[in-house]
């Protein structure tokens, strides 16, 4: 059993930034890490993911914007998202898929508003 517990949101204006963080209560060598954001009225999109030999993807909408990053030393995968858009408010959750036993884990999520 994996625990997953993010930090970092809150408020940012338009244009503005935010580093988010997810800490795993053990070793994320061997997880696929994935962030993915929900928005009310929205279903949950996948945001940014990074394999454990650290290949990543992104969304269309926040390529160029957003960085997902791992630090498997601090068990820590974080997302720097620059050039916020009110439209990336949301809920922001991170994801940790074992990549080879069928097994995956969330975290509770943390809030990201983008406002004025």
């Known amino acids: 059993q994996v625990q997953l517990v993010e930090s970092g949101g809150g408020l940012a204006q338009p244009g503005g930034s935010l580093r988010l963080s997810c800490a795993a209560s053990g070793s994320i060598d061997r997880f696929a890490m994935s962030w993915y954001r929900q928005a009310p009225g929205n279903q949950r999109e996948l945001v940014a993911a990074?394999?454990?030999?650290?290949?990543?993807n992104y969304a269309d909408s926040v390529k160029g914007r957003f960085t997902i990053s791992r630090d498997n030393a601090k068990n820590t995968v974080y997302l720097q998202m620059n050039s916020l858009s009110p439209e990336d408010t949301a809920i922001y959750y991170c994801?940790?898929?074992?990549?080879?036993?069928?097994?995956?884990?969330w975290g509770k999520g943390t809030l990201v508003t983008v406002s004025s």
């Open positions: 994801r940790a898929a074992h990549s080879i036993l069928s097994m995956s884990y």
């Open positions: 990074i394999s454990n030999g650290g290949i990543t």
